[in-house]
């Protein structure tokens, strides 16, 4: 093979190869997929942690526990790096853990429990990207909260243990019926920074219930209907990027997580938890500082 075909088969590997890491849910090497601790950079961390402590009133949020933020850098998609704070305080998140539900449904729906209706569809559909409460009672009273806690402890997840808690959906988004409320706190609707992280971490690489059901959820979550906290600083400052996400506010609880997929600087997992009045400012003012912490962990 001649010098310049060799060049032009490079460059058509390369492209291709990026191209494939450009789509999602990725598809890398199954070595590549590492449990969320063993995705932990102390370089990214420190860099975290800069940023953070550099405004008081979070630095004393921290310290009081009613602040939890989770990053997992994807610029390098096959050496995902994650650095947290408070990363199992497990708090009250109000709308977020409907992606427990979300997971939930395409467990059943995958396994044959619930039919895959219209009706379905659009309620999931309404459920994550407006975060509509009826679709989303609806939806918990079709699974059923049984089902929901077997997904969460089920062990090829485990985004709820009787350590640390984790992500729960123990009642409807409605003021009557019953409730399972989860053992440690007796929390309604609870999340940890680690599980979330985690569920997005699986998430991009396919590995929520399978390959073909990760996009479908992908879909779902991408260009969310509500542009508050995260997205409304990332529509300012990452207008081309793709969001997926979902958030959640209830009284002094707010709560964000989203996958920003942008340019290959730019891809990340950010996971925020606040326990605050001014918790929906705090998490909109939280973008750019994580992003110049995961940019500084890149060159050092």
């Not at 370089?43 to 990053?71: C, D, Y």
């Not at 089902?147 to 992500?167: H, R």
Request: aromatic residues 8%; hydrophobic residues 40%; charged residues 25%.
């Amino acid at each position: 093979m001649k010098l310049y075909q060799l060049i032009i088969v490079l460059a058509l590997f390369i492209t291709s190869s990026v191209k494939s890491q450009s789509n999602l849910p990725l598809r890398i090497d199954e070595s590549k997929i590492k449990p969320l601790n063993n995705l932990k950079n102390p370089v990214l961390q420190k860099s975290l942690e800069q940023e953070l402590n550099k405004v008081p009133a979070w630095k004393k949020l921290i310290a009081q526990n009613k602040m939890a933020v989770g990053v997992i850098d994807l610029s390098n998609t096959e050496d995902a790096k994650y650095a947290s704070v408070n990363e199992n305080q497990m708090m009250y998140a109000a709308s977020l853990p409907k992606i427990a539900v979300l997971l939930a449904a395409m467990d059943a729906l995958e396994k044959g429990q619930l039919k895959e209706t219209p009706e379905v569809t659009k309620d999931m559909k309404l459920m994550i990207s407006n975060s509509n409460n009826e679709a989303s009672t609806r939806m918990i009273d079709k699974l059923g909260y049984a089902k929901i806690a077997s997904v969460m402890t089920d062990d090829k997840y485990k985004f709820y243990d009787k350590t640390y808690g984790g992500l729960w959906v123990g009642k409807r988004y409605a003021q009557d019926g019953a409730t399972n409320r989860e053992p440690l706190k007796n929390l309604s609707h609870a999340a940890t920074v680690a599980q979330v992280c985690k569920y997005y971490y699986l998430l991009t690489n396919g590995k929520l219930v399978n390959y073909d059901r990760s996009k479908q959820m992908l879909d779902i979550m991408e260009n969310p209907a509500l542009h508050h906290k995260f997205v409304n600083t990332l529509d300012q400052i990452a207008p081309d990027a793709r969001l997926f996400r979902k958030s959640g506010s209830w009284k002094n609880f707010h709560s964000d997580s989203i996958l920003v997929w942008g340019d290959a600087t730019r891809r990340y997992i950010l996971v925020a938890l606040i326990d605050d009045a001014n918790g929906e400012n705090i998490i909109r003012n939280l973008v750019v500082p994580v992003e110049k912490a995961l940019k500084r962990a890149l060159i050092l």
